[in-house]
């Protein structure tokens, strides 16, 4: 998931919503958030003590994606008590880029990382495959003066770079595909808005190409678009096999990482106390939380964002005959403009896979198990309608997993806590394959004490704008993502 023009001080977005009344997919969410919130003002009181009544439960759901069947052998469960220097909780991208860049600046640490199932379970193990750079709120988007958009996105592309020479060291083949990606557009005022886009930002030296129609064509071998933006700097992952590089990775460096080890309570103190499953403890004078979604669960950022459910489905390995006849040629994967955006890509093994489409949020930051019947039908619908020639080609496996979204698609990370001693980075909104790595060598630098190179960045240290509680989340996501489906339908 992934546009208001603003053109105050000289900025040129791209609209991907309020064009002949379309919604604009910057305020998803933030709209029906507002009706919610305004009705907590009008029960301020209810509100507060909501999260008392309603409090959340850990809760590990397991991934059934496509990709998983690449999991590398799950490590042995925390069997002892620990003394550390870091804990951090989460085996997922966050949770091993920060621990392998903290242990590689300070090898004498003593860090452990903790994964309630396996690594890659939450959504590093179940995302869409594309690899993009700068953070969603920057995504073919000015919402920053044009030389701090041009900035965000030389780091991101430097992170980029990294991730994928650290994949290519690694044993893991196929982890990373630097292929390029194409932001694709529904209506001829959508793609005028990314030719206005792509012209403004090229003068400040970023490489993005507008595509028209016929040259869309060409490139993914569909005519449902009216244009496209070709982004060089992008392009396609296997998800779990990119978990599989960062777990090496991290473990090289001497990081201790225990699987099957659910942190079950956090006890903030100048020397966190986490209390385990089995009943063993980890004391640690630093604390890392790569939880995503799953953050308020331990009683963190409950009103910095929602946790809302995307679909994503895979087919059968197509003939080299099938892939002909659809035309898509280039390989590169492509999402479009829609609010409740439609993303594709092609494995190696000619397996389309398609995600977005619709989404959905479960009461009180709750955990699905199994994907909606209808969500994959809306999939099956839309891959036909791009590709007329894939009709009928069945999905050999669907699956969901929540995003972490935030009201103004703008990430977090930074550090927090009482005694100052707690860092995270969540919030990606659909862009985390490469910020998670970003941010995992942003949090060993605030854990180190090196923030000052960091301060500039309108991401690190910033306060998020409030989430409403239960049952005024509820009520104002459901009216939201009702209102976003019969708009882009």
């Not at 309020?18 to 009008?42: C, K, S, Y």
């Not at 960062?246 to 460096?253: D, G, I, N, V």
């Not at 492509?334 to 409740?340: E, G, M, P, Y």
């Not at 669907?398 to 990430?411: E, H």
Request: net charge positive; aromatic share 10%; glycine share 10%.
């Amino acid at each position: 998931m992934r546009k208001v023009n603003n053109n105050r001080q000289g900025r040129v977005g791209i609209t991907i919503g309020v064009l002949g009344g379309r919604l604009n997919r910057r305020t998803w969410l933030r709209r029906g958030l507002a009706v919610g919130a305004g009705t907590a003002l009008g029960a301020w009181g209810f509100n507060e003590i909501s999260p008392a009544l309603f409090p959340e439960r850990p809760v590990w759901d397991v991934n059934r994606s496509l990709w998983m069947r690449e999991q590398p052998p799950h490590n042995p469960p925390l069997t002892t008590d620990l003394d550390l220097d870091v804990a951090v909780i989460g085996g997922g991208y966050t949770g091993l880029s920060a621990a392998y860049h903290i242990r590689k600046a300070a090898p004498s640490k003593r860090v452990a990382l903790f994964e309630a199932r396996g690594v890659g379970n939450g959504a590093s193990g179940r995302n869409g495959g594309m690899l993009l750079p700068n953070v969603a709120n920057e995504y073919l988007h000015l919402a920053s003066p044009p030389d701090v958009h041009k900035r965000i996105y030389d780091l991101t592309v430097e992170s980029m770079k990294n991730l994928v020479a650290l994949a290519a060291a690694s044993r893991i083949e196929g982890a990373v595909e630097p292929v390029g990606a194409l932001q694709t557009f529904e209506t001829q005022a959508e793609a005028e808005q990314g030719r206005a886009y792509t012209e403004s930002v090229r003068r400040l030296g970023i490489p993005v190409k507008y595509l028209d129609r016929g040259r869309t064509v060409e490139v993914i071998g569909t005519g449902a678009y009216t244009g496209s933006v070709y982004e060089p700097n992008a392009g396609h992952v296997h998800p779990i096999k990119l978990v599989h590089v960062l777990k090496l990775a991290a473990e090289a460096t001497g990081v201790m990482i225990y699987e099957d080890s659910p942190v079950l309570k956090v006890e903030e103190g100048p020397i966190h106390r986490l209390h385990m499953a089995g009943g063993k403890t980890v004391k640690a004078r630093s604390l890392v939380l790569a939880t995503n979604a799953f953050t308020s669960k331990l009683g963190y950022f409950r009103n910095a964002m929602a946790p809302v459910y995307n679909y994503v489905a895979a087919t059968r390995s197509l003939s080299d005959t099938e892939l002909a006849s659809i035309g898509w040629r280039s390989r590169m994967p492509f999402n479009d403009s829609r609010t409740l955006v439609y993303y594709l890509g092609l494995t190696p093994d000619n397996r389309i896979h398609i995600g977005g489409g619709s989404a959905a949020y479960a009461w009180n930051d709750g955990v699905a198990t199994r994907p909606d019947a209808k969500a994959v039908d809306l999939l099956r619908k839309e891959l036909a309608r791009l590709y007329p020639a894939a009709r009928g080609i069945e999905f050999e496996v669907a699956w969901n997993g929540m995003v972490d979204m935030t009201l103004d698609w703008s990430p977090l990370v930074g550090v927090t806590g009482k005694h100052q001693n707690i860092y995270y980075g969540l919030g990606y909104c659909g862009h985390g394959v490469n910020l998670t790595f970003l941010f995992g060598r942003i949090i060993a630098d605030l854990e180190a004490g090196r923030e000052k190179a960091w301060r500039e960045f309108p991401f690190v240290n910033r306060k998020p704008l409030y989430v409403p509680n239960e049952p005024f989340r509820w009520i104002g996501i459901q009216a939201e993502i009702a209102y976003d489906g019969f708009v882009d339908e």
